[in-house]
């Protein structure tokens, strides 16, 4: 008997790498005065919540076709997240040092969620 390893949504490099961005970017923003937070702050949070919000939804979803499509509405996330990581920096929220490590892990994630997808399409019967 063969034994299965079952995928922890905690083994997903995609999401690892979302989770702690997210919460790197809200110790950030928690340090920001009132203004930028209730402007550009909540939305950016909200942004970089979702895109591991969203991989983790899709992992606890049923069908390969439901999965994927929470896995699809992460780059959507992703994409706002970059867009507020510009609008941060240039509005000087943001140093140079933590915009760059923000945008170096953002993009790492376009290829991570696409073969989280891969993977998801191959290896799912459902």
Same mark, same amino acid.
């Given at each position: 008997?063969?034994?299965?390893?079952?995928l922890? !949504?905690?083994?997903?490099?995609? &999401?690892?790498? =979302?989770?702690?961005?997210? $919460?790197?970017v809200?110790?950030?923003i928690?340090?920001?005065?009132?203004?930028?937070?209730?402007?550009?702050? *909540?939305?950016?949070? +909200? =942004?970089?919540?979702?895109?591991?919000? $969203?991989? =983790?939804e899709?992992?606890? +979803?049923?069908? *390969?076709?439901?999965?994927?499509?929470?896995? +699809?509405y992460?780059?959507?996330? !992703?994409?706002?997240?970059?867009?507020? $990581?510009?609008k941060?920096?240039? +509005?000087?929220l !943001?140093?140079?040092?933590d &915009? #760059? &490590?923000?945008?170096?892990?953002?993009?790492k994630?376009?290829?991570?969620?696409? #073969? !989280?997808?891969?993977?998801? $399409?191959?290896?799912?019967?459902?």
């Amino acid at each position: 008997m063969v034994d299965k390893k079952y995928l922890k !949504l905690n083994d997903i490099e995609s &999401y690892k790498i =979302a989770f702690k961005l997210s $919460n790197y970017v809200w110790d950030i923003i928690v340090k920001w005065d009132y203004f930028a937070k209730d402007t550009v702050g *909540k939305q950016f949070v +909200r =942004a970089i919540d979702s895109i591991s919000a $969203n991989i =983790a939804e899709g992992f606890g +979803r049923y069908s *390969k076709k439901d999965k994927i499509k929470f896995f +699809r509405y992460s780059f959507g996330s !992703l994409y706002e997240s970059l867009d507020w $990581n510009e609008k941060s920096h240039l +509005r000087k929220l !943001l140093n140079e040092e933590d &915009y #760059s &490590y923000i945008f170096s892990e953002l993009i790492k994630l376009p290829k991570s969620i696409n #073969s !989280l997808i891969l993977y998801t $399409n191959k290896k799912l019967q459902i």
